[in-house]
């Protein structure tokens, strides 16, 4: 079974900074596209911030201009800079890869983000 494996979480004050990491097996990276998730308690699960295999990024309204999200294809890497932090950045934040050929989706099993005020 693939696994992402998510590392980075923990809590913070608001206005602090999280960075989240996600490792890839290098055979799904290379053909993925890698995306950011975020489930809070009692919400549905929300796309944070995605970036393409070439670097092209995306983010929702609610974190542009504090998180950036960037890649590594040497090291079959994601990550998540998260910065001015807010209450309502807490939550699960889950890593995905999408293979760009099939579009199958992969997951991590999630790391938890608590920003307190």
């Known amino acids: 079974q693939v696994q992402l494996v998510e590392s980075g979480g923990g809590l913070v004050q608001a206005g602090g900074s999280l960075r989240l990491s996600c490792a890839a097996p290098v055979g799904i990276f290379s053909v993925s596209d890698m995306g950011w998730y975020r489930q809070a308690p009692g919400k549905q699960r929300e796309l944070v911030a995605s970036i393409t295999h070439s670097g092209s990024a995306n983010y929702a309204d609610s974190v542009k201009d504090r998180f950036t999200i960037s890649r590594d294809n040497a090291k079959n890497t994601v990550n998540l800079q998260m910065n001015s932090l807010k209450p309502e950045d807490t939550a699960v934040y889950y890593c995905?890869?999408?293979?760009?050929?099939?579009?199958?989706?992969?997951w991590g099993k999630g790391t938890l983000v608590t920003v307190s005020s």
């Open positions: 995905n890869a999408r293979n760009y050929y099939t579009l199958r989706n992969y």
